[in-house]
């Protein structure tokens, strides 16, 4: 499986775009990457995911560079409650055991 | 959405006794379940993969007599720590594949809201 590398820690001011990096350099061409988030306390809640194209859904929008090797989560319009340690992880097509790196914790300012 | 019911949300317990928790899948089939286990300001590890009808799998270092699983029904599987000792204090954490199943599909998977064990 590939292994993600995730900056720390991210502030975002409310109302403004969060923008949360993920490295997988290493990621195959049968590997989907997905993005979690937890907030403090609770299981993780799934966001989106995508294997080669740019996907958005109600929650999120995910851009995935070209060679995969990277991506990135944005969430349009931060709020308070955004404020979660996010995850990247990526997952081999037809497996479904996700393994979780350190992640990012956001923290979305007033 | 697909949602996963745990219980209990936390437990307090002497040490030696042995807990159950359980895991439900609420409006879905699940034939995998997945335990995972989180110490404070750590990441979730994965424990073990729980099939219906099958044998769970462990994951490497985690005691298969240790953490008992059972997942005897397609919507709930259990997860028993026997004889918990204060190391075993933990937050646990079970997640479902709402996919059809058969290793092919590329549904999320829907966690709990986990269950914060202590053990005195």
């Known amino acids: 499986d590939a292994k993600t590398t995730q900056p720390p820690s991210m502030d975002c001011a409310e109302g403004r775009a969060a923008n949360l990096p993920c490295n997988h350099s290493?990621?195959?061409?049968?590997?989907?990457v997905y993005w979690y988030r937890q907030i403090h306390s609770q299981g993780p809640q799934y966001i989106i995911h995508?294997?080669?194209n740019n996907e958005t859904n109600e929650m999120a929008s995910l851009i995935i560079t070209e060679d995969r090797k990277s991506s990135t989560l944005i969430l349009p319009h931060a709020t308070l409650r955004d404020t979660a340690v996010y995850y990247c992880t990526p997952l081999q097509t037809g497996a479904n055991n996700l393994f979780f790196g350190t992640g990012t914790r956001l923290t979305v300012i007033p | 959405g697909a949602v996963v019911s745990q219980h209990p949300s936390w437990v307090i317990c002497k040490s030696g006794t042995s807990v159950k928790i359980e895991c439900r899948s609420l409006?879905?089939?699940?034939?995998?379940m997945f335990w995972y286990r989180q110490f404070p300001k750590q990441s979730l590890m994965l424990m073990a993969t729980s099939n219906e009808g099958s044998k769970a799998t462990y994951e490497q270092g985690v005691e298969k007599d240790k953490f008992l699983i059972n997942h005897a029904s397609l919507t709930l599987s259990t997860l028993t720590v026997t004889s918990a000792h204060p190391e075993d204090s933990s937050f646990y954490i079970c997640?479902?594949?709402?996919?059809?199943?058969?290793?092919?599909?590329?549904?999320?998977?829907?966690f709990g809201d986990g269950t914060r064990l202590s053990i005195l």
């Open positions: 290493t990621i195959s061409g049968n590997e989907y």
């Open positions: 997640s479902a594949d709402s996919g059809t199943g058969g290793g092919y599909s590329n549904q999320p998977q829907h």
């Open positions: 409006d879905f089939q699940a034939t995998t």
């Open positions: 995508g294997l080669k």
